[in-house]
């Protein structure tokens, strides 16, 4: 079996490395590669053992989960994969070495039914403000026909027309029906014929201030 160490100090030499694999069984060669150039090692070799004589590549890959990379004296354990006549080595960890977590990836289903979510969520906020909205311009029209239907002129209250006719004290002068209608005052009267029926037949008037029985004097002079 074909061995490949990576990860060396550039201060091992091959029977240092020989002595370190001895020590857990029969070892037939060792090879450090160094520069063709400067000699010196490039800090990877290969340890060939009689174990088995197909050779077993281990990528630094296969130790991904690991917290670190492999150092001289740890225990490599592994599974092996035989892909096209060739065996390396999988899942490999370092005995001693806690392996790193890793979160399983999300179901793209749930996922996607989770953003859907949010999404939903985030689109309340913006329904509530326009259901506010909608519900306060739907109510304006009311209100203007409700405060146009109960204001009253100060005109119209001033106006004749406008005061609660009283019929049970009326008389008719000149083919002019007079009515007691709550008007007390010399300026609400018509006439002279008026304010004169006002004084004689209606309470609270306010129009004959000498009491000489002649009403709105000023107003309508003395006879």
């Excluded at 630094?60 to 892909?83: C, F, H, Q, W």
């Excluded at 109960?150 to 007079?178: C, G, L, M, W």
């Excluded at 300026?187 to 000489?212: H, V, W, Y």
Aim: charge should be neutral; glycine fraction near 6%.
């Amino acid at each position: 079996m074909n061995i490949f160490v990576g990860s060396l100090p550039f201060s091992v030499e091959e029977a240092d490395l020989r002595g370190y694999f001895e020590e857990y069984g029969a070892v037939e060669s060792v090879k450090i590669i160094s520069d063709k150039f400067t000699g010196r090692s490039k800090g990877f070799g290969f340890v060939e053992s009689n174990i088995e004589k197909n050779g077993i590549f281990l990528h630094i890959s296969a130790l991904k989960g690991m917290r670190r990379r492999p150092v001289v004296n740890d225990v490599i354990t592994y599974e092996l994969l035989s892909e096209n006549k060739k065996i390396r080595a999988i899942n490999a960890t370092i005995e001693g070495v806690e392996a790193i977590r890793t979160h399983p990836k999300m179901n793209i289903k749930k996922k996607a039914e989770r953003s859907q979510w949010y999404n939903s969520k985030s689109l309340l906020p913006v329904i509530f403000v326009l259901t506010i909205l909608f519900i306060t311009y739907r109510s304006i029209p009311h209100y203007r026909n409700f405060d146009s239907q109960n204001i009253v002129d100060y005109k119209e209250v001033n106006n004749t027309s406008a005061i609660p006719q009283d019929t049970t004290n009326h008389r008719e002068i000149n083919n002019t029906t007079f009515i007691c209608d709550g008007r007390t005052h010399c300026s609400q009267m018509r006439s002279k014929e008026e304010a004169i029926f006002f004084l004689n037949n209606c309470p609270n008037t306010q129009m004959d201030g000498d009491r000489d029985g002649e009403p709105c004097e000023t107003q309508f002079g003395s006879n």
